[in-house]
């Protein structure tokens, strides 16, 4: 952060201005709390042991009612060596833009699951993603946020 003391007279006023890549993490924390608040939700009602499409489509219903921007199996881009390749490569959501939700249900997560997730982080661009296990007892336990250059 930047400390700017700033005079008025006698009186000495301090101001707190968050730098630029703060601002932008401000934004995306605020999406991502909605996210998991939905989650949550869909968790509680719906129980876990369903297929990734159902939550995913569970996911992408309730964030858009409350007013966000989805794009869901949004075909990503694989370019190499200045030739882009169709390789398939989708990912689940993008929220806002900003927030890549990876979507999951399986017994427990493997590190090719976290790795697949940055991997989209750094072909998108984006700094945040949000990697769901649906299937645990307790939804927080499956909710890794996973980061890209913030």
């Known amino acids: 952060m930047i400390l700017i003391k700033v005079s008025f007279g006698s009186r000495k006023e301090r101001r707190v201005f968050p730098q630029r890549s703060q601002r932008f993490e401000v934004i995306e924390n605020k999406i991502s709390n909605k996210i998991i608040g939905s989650a949550i939700e869909i968790h509680k009602n719906l129980g876990p042991g369903l297929l990734e499409s159902a939550y995913e489509n569970a996911l992408a219903y309730d964030l858009i009612e409350v007013g966000l ?28 833009n900003k927030v890549i939700i990876e979507v999951k249900s399986v017994e427990q997560l493997a590190p090719v699951h976290f790795a697949q997730t940055l991997t989209y982080l750094k072909l ?22 996973i980061v890209n250059k913030l």
């Not at 794009?71 to 370019?79: D, G, H, V």
């Not at 998108?124 to 499956?142: D, P, Q, R, T, Y």
């Open 124 to 145: 998108s661009g984006l700094k945040l993603a949000l990697l769901i296990n649906f299937n645990a007892v307790l939804l927080k336990e499956g909710i890794h946020r």
């Open 69 to 96: 921007n989805v794009q869901q199996q949004k075909a990503m881009p694989f370019i190499y060596k200045e030739i882009k390749l169709d390789v398939g490569y989708r990912v689940d959501l993008i929220v806002e």
